[in-house]
């Protein structure tokens, strides 16, 4: 097996990005650092799967994850669409 260095998110990784996008570094519940989180994963997964095309396990949970980040990015823009708003700008999700 080939060892990445940048393969798992550390906790201090996700802390920074509670810290960022959430309300707080201990944040993890808000949704607004769900998401980033979830964009965090969704981009390294998508590295991965440009050099292992055939990693079909890692192209389902990148499956997967993409469907919760959107059922997310739904709800925050039904509750708030201002914070919606700037979140996908942020994150860099919307082309």
């Not at 808000?30 to 994963?41: D, H, K, M, N």
């Not at 055939?54 to 739904?74: P, S």
Request: proline share 0%; aromatic share 8%.
């Amino acid at each position: 097996f080939k060892q990445e260095e940048n393969m798992t998110l550390t906790s201090e990784k996700k802390q920074a990005i509670f810290e960022q996008y959430g309300k707080g570094k201990m944040d993890s519940g808000s949704t607004e650092g769900q998401i980033a989180l979830f964009t965090e994963r969704i981009n390294h997964l998508t590295d991965h799967l440009k050099s292992n095309q055939k990693d079909f396990a890692t192209e389902k949970a990148l499956v997967t994850l993409v469907g919760k980040r959107r059922r997310l990015l739904d709800y925050l823009k039904n509750k708030d669409i201002v914070k919606y708003r700037e979140l996908i700008k942020e994150l860099g999700i919307r082309k």
